[in-house]
T-cell receptor, first 113, second 112 residues
Framework: DQQVKQNSPSLSVQEGRISILNCDYT??????FLWYKKYPAEGPTFLIS?????DKNEDGRFTVFLNKSAKHLSLHIVPSQPGDSAVYFC????????????FGTGTRLTIIP | DGGITQSPKYLFRKEGQNVTLSCEQN?????MYWYRQDPGQGLRLIYY???????QKGDIAEGYSVSREKKESFPLTVTSAQKNPTAFYLC???????????FGPGTRLTVL
C-alpha cells in the first residue's frame, strides 16, 4: 500500500519556466514532509521541508505548498534551470519526533534548454 | 570536510554469498539508516539505528543484518537469505532521530 504517491513518473519543462511537482498522501497522521533531489548513481540531497502547521515554505527558487485537506503537496521551482534535471522524491513522517521516512516513487524532471 | 561515505560504489556478488556494505559518517550524527531503491520505486527502509549498540528493523529487514559498534559506522550485511538483493543501497544519517536525513552516494549491488 503506497502511502505517498507521485503519480507523474516524468515531467519536461522549458528552461526559465515554472516546474510543478506533485505528491499525494493517504495517511492523515503524516505531519512533516520533505523533498529530495537525486541525480543518477548518487544519493538524494535534501531540498526543502514543511510541517503541517504551515501551508507554504520558500527557499530561493524552491517553494513547497501543503494542502492538508486534500492531502496534497507540491514543489514549485522557478525559474527552472538545466541543473534542476533530476529525480525528485517527496517523503513524509508521522511526526517530527518519528525517524521513519515514507518515500514516494519519484518524478523525473527534465529541463529543456 | 564532513560527509557520508559508502564503499564500494559498485559491488558484484555470486548468488549464495553474504556481502557487507560499508557506511561511514564524520558528521557526529547519532542516527543512521539503510534504504534500498529499486527501479520505479521509492526508497524503502531496511534498518535504522538511533544510538551506538542499538538498531531497529525497518519495513524490509528480512535477509539483512546490521551492527552499530561505533557512532561513525553502520555496516549492512546482505545475506544469502535475501531473495532479491540486486538494488541500489543508500545509507543516511541525521544529527538526532528527529532531524533531516542526509544521504551517502550509494552502493549498487548486483548479484550474478
Amino acid at each position: 500500500d503506497q502511502q505517498v504517491k507521485q503519480n507523474s513518473p516524468s515531467l519536461s519543462v522549458q528552461e526559465g519556466r515554472i516546474s510543478i511537482l506533485n505528491c499525494d498522501y493517504t495517511n492523515s497522521m503524516f505531519d512533516y514532509f520533505l523533498w529530495y533531489k537525486k541525480y543518477p548513481a548518487e544519493g538524494p540531497t535534501f531540498l526543502i521541508s514543511i510541517s503541517s502547521i504551515k501551508d507554504k515554505n520558500e527557499d530561493g527558487r524552491f517553494t513547497v505548498f501543503l494542502n492538508k485537506s486534500a492531502k496534497h503537496l507540491s514543489l514549485h521551482i522557478v525559474p527552472s534551470q538545466p541543473g534542476d534535471s533530476a529525480v525528485y522524491f517527496c517523503a513524509a513522517k508521522l511526526s517530527i519526533g518519528n525517524e521513519k521516512l515514507t518515500f514516494g516513487t519519484g518524478t523525473r524532471l527534465t529541463i529543456i534548454p | 570536510d564532513g560527509g557520508i561515505t559508502q564503499s564500494p560504489k559498485y559491488l558484484f556478488r555470486k548468488e549464495g554469498q553474504n556481502v557487507t556494505l560499508s557506511c561511514e559518517q564524520n558528521l557526529n550524527h547519532d542516527a543512521m539508516y539503510w534504504y534500498r531503491q529499486d527501479p520505479g520505486q521509492g526508497l524503502r527502509l531496511i534498518y535504522y539505528s538511533q544510538i551506538v549498540n542499538d538498531f531497529q528493523k525497518g519495513d524490509i529487514a528480512e535477509g539483512y543484518s546490521v551492527s552499530r559498534e561505533k557512532k561513525e559506522s553502520f555496516p549492512l550485511t546482505v545475506t544469502s537469505a535475501q531473495k532479491n538483493p540486486t538494488a541500489f543501497y543508500l545509507c543516511a544519517s541525521s544529527r538526532q532521530r528527529t532531524d533531516t536525513q542526509y544521504f551517502g552516494p550509494g552502493t549498487r549491488l548486483t548479484v550474478l
